[in-house]
């Protein structure tokens, strides 16, 4: 069983900048694909961005391309997601999720743990 735990959630003005973390409780947290998502609401949840075990593959939503940066740091079994140049648009639960393999996707179904979400409120 994984557990996932995201923070770094919080209010912040247009323009500005948030780091969100995920922590999982696993032994071989290498050995898992980690993505991010968000819900806005009354919305569908969407792909942000996911990253490959090795971090040798991310991938990006349109959206936030060229705006948020996903890595990870598999010492300390940790997925972030670097967030600049917010905009209200981007306003949502985001969600971290894991799921055991080297292949990232980009749709929620694949993966099987979650967190239980962080609030971004980006204000204009």
């Known amino acids: 069983q994984v557990q996932l735990v995201e923070s770094g959630g919080g209010l912040v003005q247009a323009g500005g900048s948030l780091r969100l973390s995920c922590a999982a409780s696993?032994?071989?947290?290498?050995?898992?694909?980690m993505g991010w998502f968000r819900q806005a609401p009354g919305k569908e949840r969407e792909f942000v961005a996911a990253?490959?075990?090795?971090?040798?593959?991310?991938g990006y939503a349109d959206s936030v391309k060229g705006r948020f940066i996903i890595s990870r740091d598999n010492a300390k079994n940790t997925a972030y997601l670097q967030m600049n140049s917010l905009k209200p648009e981007d306003t949502a639960v985001y969600y971290c999720?894991?799921?055991?393999?080297?292949?990232?996707?980009?749709?929620?179904?694949?993966?099987?743990?979650w967190g239980q979400g962080t609030q971004v409120t980006v204000s204009s």
């Open positions: 696993v032994r071989t947290f290498s050995s898992y694909a």
């Open positions: 990253i490959s075990g090795t971090s040798a593959v991310t």
């Open positions: 999720a894991a799921r055991s393999g080297v292949v990232i996707y980009r749709t929620p179904a694949p993966y099987n743990y």
